[in-house]
């Protein structure tokens, strides 16, 4: 699978962005899901967001719940994340990703993504 990234760039404390990630290739969508991951200079990749292709369930972590929102286009083969209120600890790089089969265990773990987009970078400005 093969993903493209667009969205991101400089936004004000409190703002908003939009990130898109746009998938081709062979995209399972009976067990797989789509996620977004950031990293700040020094740091582990971290969990962000996911989604699953069939059920739309979806995962976020504390940090970022109820300022985040995840959402899939299934004929557009495309994830988007909607990000409001944001922080300047929100300020990374960040990264989707697409796993074939994944667990509600296993979602939130980025060793096992197998396909990882070319990362934007969000900076937030206080």
């Known amino acids: 699978v093969q993903l493209v990234q667009s969205g991101g760039g400089l936004v004000q404390y409190g703002g908003s962005l939009t990130l898109s990630c746009a998938a081709s290739g062979r995209i399972s969508y009976s067990n797989a899901a789509m996620a977004w991951f950031r990293q700040a200079p020094g740091q582990e990749r971290t969990f962000v967001a996911a989604i699953t292709w069939r059920a739309g369930s979806t995962y976020y972590a504390d940090s970022v719940k109820g300022r985040f929102t995840i959402s899939k286009d299934n004929t557009e083969a495309t994830v988007y994340l909607q990000m409001n209120s944001l922080k300047p600890e929100d300020t990374s790089v960040y990264y989707c990703?697409?796993?074939?089969?994944?667990?509600?265990?296993?979602?939130?773990?980025?060793?096992?993504?197998?396909?990882w987009g070319q990362g934007t970078q969000v900076t937030v400005s206080s």
């Open positions: 990703a697409s796993i074939a089969a994944t667990t509600s265990q296993t979602i939130r773990d980025p060793r096992t993504y197998s396909d």
